[in-house]
């Protein structure tokens, strides 16, 4: 029996070489599928000839074996497969996109959106407007907070910290000088004995006032503590001798006011005794020498 199989006769055309050339679309073997209608149609447009073109047949099937007679080999296909793709991608590294017709939703495309996460993003959503309210909230308290740290507790005008810094920044400036009157309730403690604390800070309280009001818009007013105010203008330094004189007019004219006036407190008219002084600022002074200087000048 092995005598009949070793002695049969080989299949034509089924050899190994002839195998290897039938899977890279070599020449037909008997066994290999012959092409479909739709194929040898696709095979005839690709070669640009009829069936009657003998030429292009060979053509087709070409010298190297690596081309079947039906066009292009697999092999081609894959490798023209593959350019496509790192054509792509060098449009994709380059900065190109490629744009889908899909709708989303904070990145998240619809077929997504399913209800479980449409109520957790309306869960965030709410939480939030909780927060940015709360948010609004504390930044207006803390705008409320600023004003009332530089504001005085009892007057009407800017607190000692407040005064400085005002001064402060108007010093600074190399080209215009710093005008002020520096006011002195002198007989507060005297106000105090006839109607108590609450009598000496109304009064107080009044004087500040009528010195806001008097002083206008431009002017800064403020306390440097105690019974005594500052009211601040800033001119040229060209205009520092005039604008001291007009300064010290104006001061003397609310002093004489002050204290003609008096300050009307619970049927009371509580007398008032009010210092005034005068004086300019110098180049590369301080603001604490600065009121220290307007002090000194109430006691001489």
């Keep these: 029996m092995s005598d009949d199989i070793a002695r049969a006769a080989p299949i034509p055309g089924l050899n190994w070489q ?55 080999s697999f092999a081609d296909r894959v490798t023209n497969a593959y350019q496509v793709g790192r054509a792509l991608r060098r449009s994709m590294q380059g900065g190109g996109r490629v744009i889908g017709d899909e709708t989303s939703v904070l990145g998240l495309p619809a077929r997504l959106m399913t209800p479980r996460i449409q109520e957790a993003i309306s869960a965030l959503m709410a939480e939030l407007d909780g927060l940015r309210t709360r948010i609004g909230a504390g930044e207006e308290r803390v705008h409320e907070l600023e004003d009332l740290s530089e504001g005085d507790g ?110 009307h407190w619970g049927g009371l008219t509580l007398p008032l005794r009010v210092a005034v002084s005068v004086a300019f600022s110098r180049p590369g002074e301080s603001a604490t020498a600065f009121l220290a200087r307007l002090e000194q000048g109430t006691r001489d």
């Design 18 to 72: 002839d195998a290897s050339r039938d899977r890279k679309g070599g020449s037909r073997s008997p066994y290999r599928r012959a092409p479909s209608r739709r194929r040898l149609a696709e095979e005839e447009t690709i070669g640009g000839e009829g069936k009657g073109s003998e030429g292009k047949g060979a053509e087709r099937t070409g010298a190297d074996g690596n081309r079947g007679q039906w066009g292009e």
């Design 154 to 263: 009892v007057l009407p005008v800017l607190n000692r910290w407040a005064l400085l810094r005002e001064l402060e920044m108007r010093l600074e400036d190399p080209e215009h000088r710093l005008v002020a009157c520096f006011f002195y309730v002198t007989n507060f403690e005297e106000l105090r004995r006839i109607g108590g604390l609450d009598a000496a800070l109304s009064a107080l309280s009044g004087v500040s006032v009528s010195l806001l009001a008097a002083g206008g818009l431009g002017a800064l007013v403020g306390t440097p503590g105690g019974a005594a105010l500052v009211v601040a203008r800033t001119g040229a330094v060209g205009e520092t001798a005039a604008l001291s004189e007009t300064m010290g007019s104006w001061g003397l004219g609310r002093r004489r006011a002050l204290e003609a006036s008096g300050h």
